[in-house]
């Protein structure tokens, strides 16, 4: 599924109505502590870690099958995740983005968020966004915090962590 982002400037109503493709054919990053979260939950990293060389970087993406493009914890007959509960920080934040440029979108405009000038977006394929009868709302400032905290763990995130993790799960 693109995303098509669309600004994100004031609290949106949400509600899921896990629609069947929403997992499918996403590049998702994954953070060390994602990946030790999901592994403690009883899935082995093996399963569900792929590597990307990116410049001289090493990034960890989440595993798709390879029949459909869906995530491995995709269930294609529910639309649901299966791991919910510590699925990763970018899953947490989807529907909605945080970049720090603006991506030339109408009316998008900067949000100030402890020190950092951000650039808020949701997706405007995502029909849960301003859903009828939602069942939470979502605030720019939870999503703004959500992003800089991926941004610190991704920028933490290297090959020689994930060794240390694979030791330590083991150990
Ligand atoms: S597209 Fe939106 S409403 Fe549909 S499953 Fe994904 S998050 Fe939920
Ligand atoms: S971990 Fe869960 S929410 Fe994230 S892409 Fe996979 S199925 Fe979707």
Redesign the pocket.
């Known amino acids: 599924m693109r995303f098509k982002p669309r600004p994100f400037n004031e609290p949106a109503g949400f509600r899921c109505l896990y629609c069947l493709d929403?997992?499918r054919g996403?590049h998702?990053y994954l953070t060390l502590k994602d990946i030790e979260r999901i592994a403690r939950a009883g899935h082995d990293p093996q399963d569900f870690v792929t590597f990307s060389i990116e410049g001289d970087k090493v990034r960890f993406v989440?595993a798709v099958r390879e029949w459909d493009l869906g995530?491995?914890?995709?269930d294609p007959e529910t639309g649901k995740?299966?791991?919910?509960k510590v699925?990763?920080l970018?899953?947490r934040i989807?529907p909605f983005m945080v970049s720090r440029k603006p991506l030339g979108v109408e009316g998008e405009k900067p949000f100030h968020y402890k020190g950092k000038e951000l650039w808020l977006y949701y997706d405007e394929s995502c029909p849960g966004v301003n859903a009828d009868e939602p069942e939470t709302m979502i605030t720019p400032e939870e999503i703004a915090e959500l992003g800089l905290e991926f941004e610190e763990e991704f920028e933490r995130t290297d090959i020689e962590g994930f060794a240390e993790l694979l030791a330590g799960l083991e150990g």
């Open positions: 929403c997992c996403r998702i989440l995530c491995v914890f995709h995740c299966t791991i919910h699925r990763p970018i899953c989807y």
